[in-house]
């Protein structure tokens, strides 16, 4: 199996061949499901679904992109991700978790179409460097036993805070968001697709990691943050104007869900975390996508630009619908799925959390709805040149992973 995870690295510079390994390399993993490796073990399914979701966001970014430097930062930023997923020990996950900073950087610095990009490649290293350093600290305090990636043992909630600071940095939760929109706004589509679907994963699928030792540590301060950052991201993504950063920040809000579930500790909480980790990701990836085409198309990100897509392109209109409709969490989306069993989980533990989230859920539906509307209608007319089958195909695609799961559930 290891062979294929080699030969794909050979054909790094044939996106087609290297993505044709690394499929096949993933349904190997599908057989073998716990396998002894020298630094690699694959201890559960979610982390292959994960792994199979960052293949898909990479075939649709092999057939979109031009610019071949682009797609090869892409391969290898995807690669970084899938091995963040199966590591043994503690240390290889925090050096690959570190190492998936080195692709984005380099895409947002040397591809940005903007002079702002500086600004935002300090913010995210700035971020990086506070929140992860840290990680070290309790990683040397433990006397380096964090061998293996599943660790159930009783840490001191400081400890454990320290420990959890460098995944909430990439989850990210509200207050350590403000490198997001940034990186998003001046990252050239490509990035901004990996960005949203794949490096936010990084620090969900770090945090299911440790959540072994949740279990011994007032979670409370979690709670709060999440319900806090629902709603204030929610709120900021009404007042933008950037389509762009109304995706990172509604990014935002589903993260800040996505935490809320997990601190439940409970089986379905973990469940739901995960599959809403999974329609964040095709959903997102989907949105960031649409964007970057009508950016590419007209030259402008603004909302009150976005106009006529109906007359346009009717596939073009349709995929932006029902994206935006899945990304407010409309069944049957697996976002709503997902979010329904949060809800619930919520409301059974306390039953106040029920009014936090209506608020959530009417702003959240509201600027989606938004967005709809004003891109839908209109006069105007831009011509999406590249709407041909090869392409509408693996979108299609893409939609019916947002549908899948919640249809068969």
């Known amino acids: 199996m290891f062979e294929f995870l080699f030969m794909s ?26 396998w002894s490796g020298l630094f690699l073990v694959l201890d559960s399914w979610s982390f292959i679904l994960l792994i199979i979701m960052s293949l898909f966001i990479l075939g649709i970014i092999v057939l979109s992109e031009k610019n071949n430097s682009l797609i090869i930062l892409s391969e290898l930023l995807v690669l970084i991700c899938i091995i963040f997923f199966i590591p043994s ?15 984005i950087l380099v895409m947002i610095l040397g591809y940005g179409s903007q002079i702002e990009k500086i600004n935002s490649s300090y913010y995210l ?16 305090k433990s006397n380096f036993m964090l061998t293996f990636a599943y660790f159930n043992f009783i840490i001191s909630w400081e400890m454990f805070f320290i420990l959890s600071l460098s995944f909430m940095m990439k989850f990210p939760i509200y207050f350590l968001h403000l490198w997001l929109p940034k990186a998003h706004v001046e990252a050239p589509t490509t990035a901004s697709m990996l960005l949203a679907g794949l490096l936010l994963k990084l620090g969900t699928a770090g945090f299911l990691r440790i959540l072994g030792s949740l279990n011994f540590v007032h979670n409370n301060v979690w709670l709060i943050i999440s319900f806090l950052g629902m709603i204030l991201a929610a709120f900021c993504c009404v007042f933008q104007s950037d389509a762009k950063s109304l995706a990172a920040y509604s990014s935002v809000t589903h993260m800040s869900f996505l ?6 500790i409970t089986m379905s909480g973990k469940t739901s975390s995960l599959m809403l980790m999974l329609a964040h990701g095709y959903t997102s990836t989907l949105m960031f996508y649409l964007i970057g085409e009508f950016y590419h198309t007209s030259g402008s990100r603004m909302i009150y630009f976005m106009n006529s897509f109906f007359s346009s392109s009717m596939i073009m209109g349709i995929l932006f619908a029902v994206t935006f409709l899945s990304n407010s969490g409309v ?6 799925l997902s979010e329904f069993m949060t809800i619930v989980n919520a409301i059974t533990i306390f039953k106040f959390s029920f009014f936090i989230v209506f608020i959530y859920f009417v702003v959240a539906f509201y600027y989606s709805l938004f967005i709809i509307t004003s891109s839908l209608m209109g006069k105007g007319y831009y011509n999406f040149s590249i709407w041909n089958v090869g392409f509408s195909c693996p979108l299609v695609l893409m939609m019916y992973n947002i549908f899948w799961l919640s249809v068969f559930y």
């Open 9 to 34: 690295l050979v054909w790094i510079f044939k996106p087609t061949y290297f993505l044709f390994f690394l499929t096949f390399f993933s349904f190997l993993i599908f057989n073998n499901f716990s």
């Open 331 to 336: 069944p049957p989306s697996l976002s709503f």
């Open 89 to 103: 020990n503690m240390m290889m996950l925090y050096m690959f978790f570190e190492l998936s900073m080195f692709p």
């Open 125 to 140: 290293l700035f971020y990086a460097m506070f929140s992860s350093l840290p990680f070290l600290f309790v990683y040397f």
């Open 259 to 264: 935490l809320l579930s997990l601190v439940f």
